[in-house]
Each structure stands twice: as structure tokens, then as C-alpha cells.
């Protein structure tokens, strides 16, 4: 028989990072004045600034990198902290980004607006909330560790020699 220890532990099931309801919370925390600085180079002001949304942390670029040697960005924290497939959460544009080796892709945004639809690269400047549908799918592809198969996602993605 096993032992009441050894049928009590359940794993968590992975989760992504939890983000607040309004955008523009999320945007001043990590983009205003006092906002956090680029994980890989330490810029404070990141020009592409993208939020894993894995481990939370800050990125200058979703793609190639950052800092004067080009080091850095979202290929190389999707290799060294992600398991080489990475979700994030582009701040100039509030879509989703999933990178793996040689390939993006470009999904929904997690943040609409009151009418239920994306404002593209923030070009409307109204108030944009978090839609726990949309999060929640996103979240369910990671944890399945469907973002590299799932059909939408990879009609939508693009190969790396498309960005060079």
C-alpha cells in the first residue's frame, strides 16, 4: 500500500505568468518611468519590448536581440530559460509571440478593448483589458505544449530566414 505522503503529491500543472486586468498597468510597470530594465542587457527604456510570458522577464526584442552585440532577445532566453519554445507578450503591440528554433508566430492578443477587439500596435489609445478567454487558451496550448503544433499558430508563423 502507498503511503498517505506518496498519493498526496499532485505536480502543479504549468501556468503562465499572471497579468493584470488593464494593459496599460501592465505597459507602466515595465515601460514607464520606473519600469523594470531589459533582462538580457540592461537597457532601461527597451525599444521592441516584450514580456515572457514564462518567467516574467523583460526583453529589448521578441527576435534577434538586444545590446550592441545583438546578444540576447527572445531566441536566446527561449534557448537558455524556456525550454527553446517561448511565449511572449510583445508590449509595443500587445500581441502574443511564440519563438522556437527558426520560427515565430504571431497569435491573439491577450488585452481587448470594451468592444471585444484588438487595438493593433496601440493606434486607437483606448483603455484595453485582459480577456481571460483568450489568456486562458494560450495558457492551455503552453501547458499541453501544443504552441509548436497547433495549426493557427503554424499558418501563421514565419521561418527565421523570413526576418533576417
Known amino acids: ?21 488593464l494593459f496599460q498597468d501592465l505597459y507602466l510597470s515595465h515601460c514607464g518611468d520606473s519600469g523594470a530594465a531589459c533582462a538580457a542587457c540592461g537597457a532601461a527604456r527597451p525599444q521592441h519590448p516584450s514580456l515572457c510570458l ?7 526584442s521578441w527576435w ?11 531566441l536566446l532566453h527561449a534557448a537558455e530559460a524556456c525550454g527553446s519554445t517561448c511565449l511572449l507578450l510583445s508590449l509595443r503591440s500587445t500581441k502574443a509571440v511564440v519563438l ?10 491577450p488585452f481587448l478593448d470594451a468592444h471585444g477587439e484588438e487595438d493593433a500596435d496601440l493606434r486607437r489609445g483606448r483603455p484595453l483589458f485582459l480577456d ?33
Do not use: H, M, N
Open 132 to 164: 481571460a478567454r483568450v489568456y486562458g487558451q494560450l495558457a492551455q496550448l503552453w501547458a499541453a505544449g501544443a504552441l509548436e503544433y497547433d495549426s493557427t499558430l503554424l499558418q501563421a508563423s514565419r521561418t527565421d530566414a523570413e526576418f533576417l
Open 64 to 74: 534577434r536581440g538586444c545590446g550592441q552585440e545583438g546578444q540576447g532577445g527572445g
Open 54 to 60: 514564462l518567467t516574467g522577464r523583460l526583453l529589448c
Open 1 to 21: 500500500a502507498l503511503s498517505p505522503a506518496a498519493t498526496t503529491y499532485l505536480p502543479q500543472l504549468p501556468s503562465l505568468r499572471p497579468l493584470p486586468r
Open 100 to 109: 522556437r528554433p527558426a520560427r515565430l508566430a504571431v497569435g491573439p492578443s
